[in-house]
């Protein structure tokens, strides 16, 4: 089955206390990209990838860090997580404009 | 730059009742439009796109979307609305800066359907 996967599902950290969210997926896609989702803000990018080893930053790239180093991962890294970091995550992945991206399922992070 | 939309944050509908959320873009080429559903506690599911073609297009669970170019509009809309739409809406285009597709989101329009 095509799809993105993420781990975990829900987080819960204290603030500065490194951790990673993965992201995997199986459909050979080139693009992938974070997302974080606040109430009344929609979905704000993060971060993106065309492709191995090609990361830049979108909208809210501030206290994020993520690598690429297969094609297939595209890992999420707090280094110091802060509290206005609580969010719900997504990560997605797109083989081209005309398909739109394939979302997963999101991880719930939350930073006391 | 690039950007969505959405004038209604929350909508609320009668069972039956026909539905429509408007989306607005602002994009100088032709855009590559989408519409998502993101019901409770889930990921975001591709309801529907546009890239070309006619311009009223047909998607998954009984949605339509028209897009209108001379309104920067891409709406989306059904007929009769179940109570299992009851879900957030996310209008979304594909920006082609810097050749990359990057999509950029509306904030959302929630739906509550009453029985």
């Known amino acids: 089955e095509a799809q993105v996967t993420q781990n975990p599902r829900y987080l819960i950290t204290v603030t500065g206390k490194k951790l990673t969210v993965t992201c995997s997926q199986n459909m050979n896609h080139e693009y992938m990209s974070w997302y974080r989702q606040d109430p009344g803000l929609g979905l704000r990018q993060i971060y993106y990838s065309m492709n191995v080893e090609v990361t830049d930053k979108g909208d809210v790239p501030e206290g994020y860090k993520v690598s690429r180093k297969e094609k297939r991962n595209f890992p999420l890294i707090l280094e110091s997580p802060s509290p206005n970091q609580t969010s719900l995550y997504f990560c997605?992945?797109?083989?081209?404009?005309?398909?739109?991206?394939?979302f997963g399922s999101g991880t719930r992070l939350t930073v006391v | 730059a690039q950007s969505v939309t959405q004038p209604d944050i929350h909508i609320t509908v009668s069972e039956g009742a026909s539905l429509e959320l408007r989306c607005n873009y602002s994009?100088?080429?032709?855009?590559?439009l989408f519409w998502y559903v993101q019901s409770p506690g889930q990921g975001l599911q591709l309801l529907l796109k546009y890239f070309s073609g006619d311009t009223l297009v047909q998607g998954i669970k009984g949605f339509e979307a028209e897009f209108k170019r001379s309104q920067s509009s891409f709406n989306l809309r059904k007929p009769s609305v179940h109570w299992s739409d009851a879900a957030e809406y996310f209008c979304a285009v594909v920006s082609d800066s810097g050749g990359y597709n990057m999509l950029i989101f509306g904030a959302g329009t929630r739906l509550a359907v009453h029985p």
């Open positions: 997605a992945s797109s083989g081209s404009r005309v398909h739109g991206y394939t």
């Open positions: 994009y100088g080429a032709t855009p590559y």
